[in-house]
């Protein structure tokens, strides 16, 4: 077999399904690769050997007894810590959590154990998922592979580090305002946030309830849509989930591939094209060839006007705070995690204080402070319940475009990857980064990002984000439309994945 | 736009603190002050935003009641619950008392 770190999770499940690479193969060439680069790259903070050899084993023996494989069986993946994983440390990227060992799995986590995909860690993240760089975590940085001197994203940072570096071909993220989409720009790969109440959200350590939606991540459209048909789907233990979804995504890339658009109207949104500034000139040149290239393939472009997602930062910076400070009042010293200044004598209050004020970061600290301002008395309506609001007239402006297109599209991220440490002082400077991705995260429709090219702007050259967006549930369009330019781009330029620069001897 | 900003202090930013259990240093209470209000100063345009009329939206989709069977299904066992847990004494979570002294 060529070399294993290189296939697609499709070509990988095929290599198993067939004989040519056993499960135990594939894992072990994955874990040798993070032994070999992740002391550079910092994209997870737990590697589990043993269980990833465990599960690769039961793969092989389960193909040994002639048992049928599921489409990835064998598939290495690699988990975000904010997902709970029973007997496997999982921390959300925060010092409270710390050597938390979960006696229970995520659904999420049940379905890859269940479709025989090989788990190798958790990666690492914003603390509680808040943040665009991964520098929240409270452990260390993640670097971007395509250069160490950058973040990769955030808060999915490791999950997007880890497959663009080779680590795992299939990954899984969280997005609350962009948290799949936007480090999934920065590094070159494919992400998928899914429309809310698609994917369950049992077991996810809960930042902002009423926006967190856990979503794949993949070198290829076609491997995203398969984690995507994995993941999906109603469950019971999560009240907001949606009942009877069953999508076919990796069928709606495959008809994408075919490269037909012919009666597909992309709408592009004024408002997220960068009139008033603030967008780097190579990110809008890139989405100015992508739109050009859909419409090779046959598509209709339709230019609209979204007028209230201006507001989208100002809605999702009360309504996610807002949410995260009555979210994260579980962490109270009591049951799990850290407990600080418990000596015998101080009140439950004051350990309270003090646990949280030792196990929280200074972002997390921000958002508690204004979540607690925006829902107090004499504020609420000023703030949260006028962004409640926002949201409703977001969600319009959705509907009236989706009477005009079938999907629209934007930048991913108004940036490139930005340097380690550029952005940490300036909390609005990092807030920006979701200027776009925030409007489907509010309306709890689905979007994708795939790379659509490359910029030299701020130096090397850094991967550029295309954003698909559909209406709630017509997540086959995003992996349609996706592959679909995907496949356009990768006849013309080759995978934007193969040309990152190689990390040390490994690859 | 700056003079719209509320103004947020030491005082206010210590209150905010007590109302969510954390015990900020002095520094904090500095660094919070500026950049609560930087954040707070951004978000206020949401009131720009003509909506008197408008409804909330609390969640993208629209949550009805669920509700299961009413059968007994396991819950997790005692020990893996109070495994995870910082004090443990008789088989329950230890707690720091709750009452003050005068109390």
Redesign the interface.
């Known amino acids: 077999m060529a070399n294993l770190i290189e296939l697609s999770a499709v070509e990988t499940a095929a290599a198993v399904a067939s004989g040519q690479a056993s499960a135990v193969e594939v894992a072990q060439a994955h874990l040798d690769r993070i032994a070999a680069v992740d002391g550079d790259v910092k994209a997870f903070l737990h590697v589990d050997t043993e269980g990833a050899l465990s599960a690769a084993r039961a793969v092989d023996e389960a193909k040994a007894d002639g048992q049928p494989l599921g489409p990835l069986a064998g598939v290495p993946l690699a988990m975000k810590d904010v997902v709970v994983t029973k007997g496997i440390p999982t921390t959300s990227g925060s010092k409270i959590l710390q050597g ?5 799995d995520a659904t999420v986590t049940r379905l890859v154990k269940q479709a025989g995909i090989v788990m190798l860690g958790k990666t690492n993240m914003d603390e509680f998922a808040m943040g665009s760089s991964t520098e929240n975590s409270a452990y260390h940085p993640t670097h971007n592979p395509w250069d160490l001197s950058r973040v990769p994203g955030g808060s999915s940072g490791g999950s997007s580090a880890a497959v663009a570096a080779f680590q795992a071909p299939l990954s899984i993220g969280t997005d609350t305002g962009g948290s799949i989409r936007q480090p999934a720009a920065v590094t070159g790969i494919v992400g998928h946030k899914p429309t ?2 698609a994917v369950s959200r049992y077991g996810l350590i809960a930042f902002s309830s ?2 967190d939606q856990a979503g794949p991540f993949g070198r290829t459209v076609a491997d995203t849509a398969l984690l995507f048909d994995v993941l999906h789907g109603h469950d ?1 233990l999560d ?2 989930s ?1 009942p009877n979804v069953r999508l076919a995504a990796a069928a709606a890339a495959a008809e994408g591939a075919a490269g037909d658009l012919r009666g597909v109207r992309v709408g592009i949104v004024s408002e997220l094209t960068g009139a008033n500034g603030g967008y780097q000139q190579g990110v809008l040149d890139r989405f100015r060839e992508a739109v050009d290239t859909l419409a090779g393939l046959g598509a209709e472009i339709v230019d609209l006007s979204c007028p ?1 997602f201006d ?1 989208a ?3 999702y ?2 309504i996610a705070p807002s949410e995260c ?1 009555s979210n994260l ?1 579980r962490f ?8 600080v200044g ?1 000596d ?1 004598q ?9 646990t ?2 030792a196990g ?1 970061g ?1 972002e997390v ?2 958002r ?3 979540g ?2 925006a829902l ?1 008395s004499g504020y609420y309506e ?2 949260y ?9 977001i ?1 319009r402006d959705f509907a009236a475009a989706f009477e005009q297109a079938d999907v629209l599209v934007s930048p991913t991220s108004p940036f490139v990857a930005f340097g380690i440490g550029e952005r940490v002082d300036d ?2 400077a990092m ?1 920006v980064n979701d200027l776009c991705t925030l409007p489907a995260s ?4 689905p979007a994708i990002s795939v790379p659509c090219g490359l910029s030299s702007e701020t130096g090397p050259a850094l991967p550029v984000g295309l954003q698909i967006m559909a209406p ?1 549930l017509a997540d086959e369009r995003c992996f349609r439309v996706g592959a679909a330019f995907e496949a356009a781009y990768n006849a013309a330029n080759g995978p934007i994945f193969k040309a990152i620069p190689s990390l040390g001897d490994a690859r | 736009m700056s003079d719209e900003r509320p103004a947020i202090t030491r005082d206010e ?1 210590a209150h ?10 002095e520094e ?1 209470l500095d ?2 002050a500026g ?2 209000e ?3 100063g ?8 003509a ?1 008197a009329d ?8 629209r ?1 009805e009641n ?1 509700l ?1 069977p009413d059968e007994v299904v396991a819950s ?1 066992p005692r020990e ?2 109070l ?5 443990v004494e008789d088989d329950r ?1 230890r ?6 002294e005068e109390e």
Do not use: C
Request: avoid cysteine; charged fraction near 15%; charge should be positive.
């Open positions: 938390w060992i979960p006696p229970y809310y109440g009423s926006l019971p009240s907001t949606i209230h507001y930062l100002a809605a910076y009360l400070s009042a109270d010293s009591v049951r799990y995690g850290l407990r418990d015998g101080r009140s439950l209050e004051e350990v309270m204080s003090l949280r004020e929280f200074a600290k921000r508690i402070m204004i607690t301002y107090s000023a703030y319940g006028q962004a409640q609001k926002v949201r409703t007239l969600s909390p609005m807030y509010l309306a709890g429709t709630a | 930013v905010l603190a007590n109302l969510a259990r954390l015990a900020v240093s904090e660094l919070f950049q609560l930087v954040i707070l951004s978000v206020a345009r949401i009131g720009e935003v909506a408008i409804a909330p939206t609390s969640h993208a989709v949550l669920v299961r997790l893996a619950v495994a995870a847990a910082p004090s979570f707690v720091p008392r709750i009452l003050g």
